[in-house]
């Protein structure tokens, strides 16, 4: 099915452990995003790819950190993990045609840090 | 500092009649606004967008209007369905060179049999 995976669905970290979220495209997209969603926050943007091999800060980054690995693959890593950091996060990209189309996103990881 | 908000965290509607979910925005160079739904444990879905550059865009049920001078959209719908139950976001861009997409916090749908 053409779209954006995230891996895994679902995770529960110790406080200080590590682990990287996966996110995968396959429309050619040439940007990619990373957002988490909290109740009653929306969702904010925590880093942000424009194209491979780029990579910017968004609006909550502190704690996090990406790699644009190639075109298709957009991963997210928190190297200790903290509570502040339960959440749910999405993955999204988006080609040419922002207006018609808007973002694409993937399903999902949620994230407990206990 | 919010730029999109959202200032109705839910809204109830019976079956048949209009929804309208309401936003507004505070920066003026946002050049694309968008719309997007959203079900439990699903991502968000892209629903309708509109230029800065029009007042209105159409959909089949769904009509987004676009107010510049007082900085305010709304999305309609009609008529709302069961399958309309869910949360919307408004989202906001700088358009062409700015694909980045501010959300505001989202309204939850309640269509009431």
């Known amino acids: 099915n053409a779209g954006v995976t995230q891996t895994p669905k679902f995770q529960v970290l110790k406080t200080g452990q590590s682990m990287t979220l996966q996110c995968a495209q396959d429309?050619?997209?040439?940007?990619m995003y990373w957002y988490r969603q909290d109740p009653g926050m929306g969702l904010r943007l925590i880093y942000y790819?424009?194209?491979?091999?780029?990579?910017d800060k968004g609006e909550v980054p502190n704690g996090y950190n990406v790699s644009r690995l190639n075109k298709r693959e957009f991963s997210l890593r928190l190297e200790s993990a903290a509570p502040s950091q339960t959440s749910v996060y999405f993955c999204?990209?988006?080609?040419?045609?922002?207006?018609?189309?808007?973002?694409?996103f993937g399903s999902g990881t949620r994230l407990t840090v206990v | 500092d919010q730029q999109v908000k959202q200032n109705s965290p839910s809204l109830s509607v019976q079956e048949g009649r209009i929804s309208i979910l309401n936003c507004d925005y505070t920066?003026?160079?946002?050049?694309?606004f968008l719309w997007y739904k959203k079900y439990p444990a699903e991502g968000p879905t892209f629903l309708i967008s509109?230029?800065?550059?029009?007042d209105k865009n159409e959909d089949g049920r769904f009509t987004v209007f676009l107010n510049k001078s007082a900085k305010h959209l709304s999305l309609h719908i009609v008529p709302s369905q069961p399958g309309d139950s869910a949360v919307y976001f408004c989202?906001?861009?700088?358009?062409?060179?700015?694909?980045?997409?501010?959300f505001g916090k989202g309204t939850r749908l309640h269509i009431l049999p």
């Open positions: 999204a990209s988006s080609g040419q045609g922002l207006l018609a189309y808007g973002y694409t």
């Open positions: 429309m050619n997209h040439n940007s």
């Open positions: 790819s424009a194209s491979e091999g780029t990579t």
């Open positions: 920066n003026s160079m946002f050049d694309y």
């Open positions: 509109i230029s800065s550059i029009k």
């Open positions: 989202a906001a861009s700088g358009g062409v060179g700015d694909d980045k997409i501010i």
